[in-house]
């Protein structure tokens, strides 16, 4: 019997490392008059990035690795049950990036820059129309740009062509965006006495964006396991894939996470109606990409329900 469980969780954990945000358990609906929030926080870090053919390359045309850029964010996000299967959706995000060169020669002096603001506001819905034998939703939310954080491609007085004089944090646009979510829940018979608790989820659809960025598409899959029942082993694959033609400016990335979520105390985390508090940690790692940065991540999330 132990040989059997730790043969399935070591498949399924290396199944996870070789696999290529939103809200965790997205297809799920918060229930009537309920409210799930979360302070999601995360910090990333770079010296390379995806250029237009999907090949990494140095953050600077000198093509020096002698530089770091780094972002923080935070994003409240609010759910709320209008009804058991009708939700309503908010978040805003707010983003800090740096760019700091090292090794430089004395008489050029210090190369430090950041940027920060409010770069994303959040207003949508979402609805569950199927329960059984799957969990199914279709979520639609409105991306408002408040006016910080554009790409600026400005050189500094004095630099190099090809130096950000500030590090973007965000592409100054408004998008509309449709997903299709699906869920499921289920015990995994290991023997005939044990049953491992596991659950998946996944994500697409499309995202409408206006100025000059290319419309995308979403796509994102999740799943975990419940080796006790107050802590769950998930991974996920997160990302969106331009579509081309429908603007100048492309970007795609896919992001590979894996992490642990410690439920403190309460209800599941798949939203079943009562209080919780849980409290997740993951790393991430951006697999690939097309003009965005190569960068890896640590994700802080605190989750509530009442």
């Known amino acids: 019997m132990k040989k059997q469980a730790v043969l399935l969780v070591?498949?399924?954990?290396?199944?996870?490392?070789?696999?290529i945000e939103s809200a965790f358990a997205g297809a799920w609906t918060v229930p009537k008059d309920h409210v799930w929030a979360e302070y999601y926080m995360k910090w990333n870090y770079s010296k390379e990035s995806y250029n237009e053919r999907g090949n990494t390359t140095s953050l600077t045309s000198g093509g020096t690795n002698a530089f770091r850029a780094w972002e923080f964010v935070q994003e409240p996000k609010l759910e709320f049950g209008v009804t058991d299967y009708l939700n309503l959706l908010y978040s805003m995000e707010f983003k800090e990036g740096h760019y700091k060169e090292y090794d430089r020669p004395d008489d050029w002096g210090p190369f430090s820059h950041k940027n920060g603001g409010l770069t994303n506001i959040k207003?949508?819905?979402k609805w569950r129309f199927l329960e059984k034998p799957l969990v199914m939703s279709l979520q639609g939310r409105f991306f408002i740009y408040p006016g910080y954080g554009n790409y600026v491609s400005e050189k500094p007085d004095g630099g190099e062509d090809g130096y950000p004089y500030q590090p973007g944090i965000g592409?100054?646009?408004d998008a509309f965006e449709l997903r299709?979510?699906?869920?499921?829940?289920?015990?995994f018979p290991v023997t005939s006495r044990?049953?491992?608790?596991i659950y998946w989820g996944a994500e697409t659809g499309y995202r409408w964006r206006n100025k000059t960025v290319c419309n995308d598409v979403p796509y994102f899959f999740e799943c975990g396991f419940w080796p006790s029942p107050y802590f769950l082993v998930k991974t996920e694959i997160d990302g969106y894939v331009f579509h081309s033609g429908t603007g100048s400016l492309k970007e795609s990335y896919g992001i590979w996470r894996i992490g642990g979520v410690w439920q403190v105390f309460g209800d599941s985390v798949l939203r079943q109606g009562g209080k919780m508090f849980n409290i997740e940690l993951q790393y991430g790692l951006v697999t690939w990409g097309v003009n965005t940065n190569a960068a890896q991540e640590v994700v802080l999330k605190v989750q509530t329900q009442f």
């Open 123 to 125: 207003i949508g819905g």
């Open 10 to 19: 070591t498949v399924f954990i290396f199944a996870s490392l070789i696999s």
């Open 180 to 187: 299709w979510l699906m869920g499921q829940s289920f015990q």
């Open 194 to 197: 044990w049953k491992l608790p």
């Open 171 to 173: 592409r100054g646009d």
